[in-house]
């Protein structure tokens, strides 16, 4: 059974910056795509962005230009760095493979002056 722990979550202004990051308990090196999920309240959970094992990120409209998705194979983790927040970024954030394993308990990212 695979464990996922996001972490880097908090309160943010409009306009802040937040870094997430998932740690693995095992290897993610064979797992070909890493994803960044969010459930934002009342709604379904979305993907937001995904990253390759060759470096290749792509990422839903509402996001680009303002997350950086990157991993990190060797420490078992995923990142997504975030800039110029919004309030409707507001979320739950998890990360994932697709087809996903047991989902962690994720990380809440609140953007609100």
């Known amino acids: 059974q695979v464990q996922l722990v996001e972490s880097g979550g908090g309160l943010v202004q409009p306009g802040g910056s937040l870094r997430l990051s998932c740690t693995a308990s095992?290897?993610?090196?064979?797992?070909?795509?890493m994803n960044w999920y969010r459930q934002a309240p009342g709604k379904q959970r979305e993907l937001v962005a995904t990253?390759?094992?060759?470096?290749?990120?792509n990422y839903i409209d509402s996001v680009k230009g303002r997350f950086t998705i990157s991993r990190d194979n060797a420490k078992k983790t995923v990142y997504l760095q975030m800039n110029s927040l919004k309030p409707e970024d507001t979320a739950v954030y998890y990360c994932?493979?697709?087809?996903?394993?047991?989902w962690g308990q994720g990380t809440q990212v609140t953007v609100s002056s």
């Open positions: 095992r290897s993610i090196a064979s797992i070909a795509a």
């Open positions: 994932n493979k697709s087809p996903p394993w047991s």
């Open positions: 990253i390759t094992n060759g470096g290749i990120a």
